[in-house]
Each structure stands twice: as C-alpha cells, then as structure tokens.
C-alpha cells in the first residue's frame, strides 16, 4: 500500500541522515552498517560506479554489502534514509578495497 499521500496530513518530515555509518573491507567487498534514524522506515545504500541500490527495511540488520568490486579501488558508499515524507540527504563515505577499513562516521 502507498502511503506516501498521508505524510502532509500526519505532519512527518523526512528523516535525518543515517548516523555512524561504517565500512569495512577485503579485496572485492564492501560492507556499510549504520545507526538506526527513529522517523525511518527503510534505507538505501548505494557505490559508486554502480546502478546497485540495496533497500534494508528497518526491521532488517542495518547493513549492506556490495560484492565483485576491483581491488585497490576507492569507492564512495551512501546510506540513505527513508519514510513516507521522502529520503534523507545521503550519508557518504570514502571506502578503498583491499584495506580492512574500520571508519567511524561519513563525510
């Protein structure tokens, strides 16, 4: 069911960007995992280089991970947050594989 027609009568906003997003890393993968935004109802993340969107529900473990990639290469991930209102400003960061990446937040 879409709901999205509700969202002006029941006063929500679109939700804040997911907080704490984190990388990690090997060769050809990367996995995001983010905090959870209270107004959310699911999520998007996305790489660069790829038309790849992995939507999460919120009842879903709050991660995504983008496998086959090159080694050696930067990616920039993205975590978006969404509810019946719209999406949130996408949290971003830079992630290279090939390096175990423990980043704490985005850019």
Known sequence: MDVDYLAPLLNVNAPLSAPNITVTG???????TWTSVA???SYNARISGSTLVITIEDNQPLKASFTTLSNSTVYTVSVEAINCAG???PAKMNATTGINIKSAEGF
């Open 26 to 32: 090997s060769s050809d993968t990367l996995t995001v």
């Open 87 to 89: 999406s949130s400003s």
């Open 39 to 41: 107004t959310a109802t």
